[in-house]
Each structure stands twice: as C-alpha cells, then as structure tokens.
DNA sequence: ATTTCGGTGTGAGGTAGGTCACAGCCTACA
DNA sequence: TGTAGGCTGTGACCTACCTCACACCGAAAT
C-alpha cells in the first residue's frame, strides 16, 4: 500500500510514527470540489488551510474593474487559503476556485494550533515551511520589481513547466501581472 | 530598569522567565555598525538573522545594469537577513547595508534551530512571525499586481508613516518599483 | 570659504505594455 | 448539428511610466 500523499509531504520535514500521522490526519476534513467551484470565497469565513491532494486551483484578487490578479496557483501537495484572513480569523479578501475538479484536505486554525501544540514535529513542520514561502514570495517581488514582461514568464516556465501546459495563458498572465495580449505576442 | 527590546518583541507572541530570555540573549552576538557599512553583502556567506536594537537598515538587489531595488527596510524592532541564503547556508545574493548607525544582534542559524529545538516558546515565536512575513509579502505582491505609482506610493505612506521622514525618496522608489523622476512627481 | 556630493524637482521625448476590437478555433452541450 | 462560450492570436491606437538631461539646494568635507 502506497503511503499517504500528506504523510510523504510532512515527512519530507519531520519524521512521524504511524500512530502520529493518523492522529494528524484526523484533524483534516477531507473534502472534493467540482470544476469552477469555490473553495474560499471573498467575503465569507474562511474555513481552512487546504492541503490538495489532486487538483489544480487559484487563489485571486478581483478589482473594482473586475480585473483578477492570481497570487498563487495550487496543485498535488501544495497548500493554500487566504492566509491573511485565515490567521486573523477574518471574512476572506481574496478567492479561490478549482481550475480542475479537486480533492482537498482541510485544516481548521483551532486543529492547526491544536496539533502544533500536541506534536513538536508539526510546529517545526510548519516553520519551515512558512518560511521556505517567505522566501519565495520574496523572488516573486524581486522578480516583479526588476524583470519585465519576457523575463517573468521565462521564470515562471523555467520554474514551474508542469503548470504551463495545465493553466490557459490567461490566468498565468494574470499571475505574473501581464496582460492576455502581451503575453499572447511572447 | 527597563526591559530589554528583543524580551519586549519576543514576548508579544510567547512568554518567557527571566532564566529563558537571558539563556536566548546569549544566543545573539551584539555588532554595531556604521553608517553605509555593509551588514551582508552580495556573494559572502551570511553571519545570521539581524534584528534590529537601534538604526535603520536596506535590504535590496542589483541588478546587472547596476540598477537597485529594495527588497526590504528594517528599522527598531524588525528582523532582517538575506533569508534565501541565510536558511540554505549559500553565499547572499542580496545585499544589507546602513541608512543609519546600527546596533543590531545577530543570531547564527545554528544558534536558532538549537534554541528552536530546546524551547518550545521560541520555535512557536519563529512560526508565528513567519506566518505574518508571509501575509506582508503577500499583500505586497497584490500591490504590485493591482496598483499604479501613485497608489503604492500612498499605500507605503499609510502604512508605514515614520519611514517616509527617515527615509530618502530615492529609496522609496526603489522599494515601489518606479522611477525616482516618476516618485518626485507624485 | 569653497567645493563636493547626495537628494530632489522638472522638462522633453521614447517605449513597453495596456486597451479595444475582431476573428478563428476548439469543446461542450442542447 | 447547431450554437454558445472559453481560449488564443493579432492589429491599431493610447498612456503611464521610463530615460536622459539639467538645475537647485543644503550638508559635509577640505
């Protein structure tokens, strides 16, 4: 029997027994969405951290122009909400929807903390990984700041070739902050 | 007498004895450094993680063409590093230099994780201001994703009030992504 | 006292990328 | 099997912002 994907994922930090990873698993809910489905909507209450066991969603702010800018795609073993809203336990200022029919594990902040406190290795867990996307929220303002157009979807092709064919060039020149047509002329 | 900064900012997430701030304190080294000297520069290892006791400080990258963007300002109470190298004990590829005259205290990466290991407090403050870094840098992109000049420039200005004196505009635009002509232009 | 230099303002002109509009092509679904 | 809607390409124009150039000012340095 394969292991499971979360448990491969949280390995990859912090080593765990069998009964300890059972016991984390069961404070996530798992959960499937359908196609175009919401998963985090703005305005409303946040109800977790996602874990995507498969499935490919964005997480996007809408304008009052109704212009969408992407702040993070998500695919297998990446997480995502609206942190910001999330930790503050506030109505959700940005939303997220399936690109693809997804299943997702989701952790509420009371289990998050919750678990951190019970088990050393999920607080440590959870440090590195918050900080490993720090830093790479930190190359994406970088990149922002000093590439034009050509040179961010260079990046984002070099960095993630896998999303390419699985995302409509819309929403990647939603992501790096381009418009359609630009990104359309290369 | 009063308390030390560092036992001030620490305490605002996780409460500690008298024994367990003076056992962490002696973790950091004190440096203090001048005017325009370099705190990590491009290319050397990175000492540690800084957090600022007195001073001002710039964290920002150079480009081929010598042009520089900011990635970050640090003033009392802030945290700073070139954390990319800093975690992945790689030469910096940023550079940190001095607005003002520094004090700051520096923690080796050996230093945190050891103290992360032994007091559960710390871990748990590292965890937590790491989650709101990544908020930070989050709602920084969307800026940069959604708004012109003007708007960041206002956003920076109500966000962070006390920087707009302390600082030369020429690095405000720098840290917006605009021309400095652009910035004077309001 | 004079010079240098960092910081700032402002004009003129250039350009990367935005906006608008239309057309072609799929897939899905009735 | 027709039609509607999502995705992409492309042309024509427009504009926010960049670049270059010069001028002014105050603080520091000699």
């Not at 088990?119 to 440590?124: A, D, I, K, W």
């Amino acid at each position: 029997m394969t292991p499971h994907p979360l448990r491969v994922h949280l390995e990859q930090i912090a080593p765990l027994t069998d009964g300890e990873f059972d016991y984390i698993l069961g404070h996530f809910m798992p959960r499937a969405f359908r196609r175009h489905q919401f998963v985090v909507q703005e305005g409303m209450a946040v109800p977790g951290d996602f874990f995507v066991v498969k499935g490919c969603l964005r997480a996007y702010h809408t304008a009052s122009d109704g212009k969408e800018s992407i702040l993070q795609f998500a695919t297998e073993n990446w997480w995502v909400t609206d942190y910001d809203a999330y930790y503050r336990e506030r109505p959700a200022t940005i939303s997220i929807d399936c690109i693809e029919p997804c299943e997702l594990l989701c952790l509420s902040l009371l289990n998050r903390e919750k678990l951190c406190a019970e088990l050393r290795g999920v607080e440590h867990f959870f440090r590195k990984k918050s900080n490993a996307g720090y830093v790479a929220l930190q190359q994406r303002i970088l990149s922002l700041l000093t590439t034009n157009a050509a040179e961010r979807y260079e990046q984002f092709a070099a960095q993630y070739p896998h999303l390419l064919q699985r995302l409509p060039k819309t929403m990647i020149a939603a992501y790096l902050g381009v418009s359609r047509e630009t990104l359309s002329r290369l």
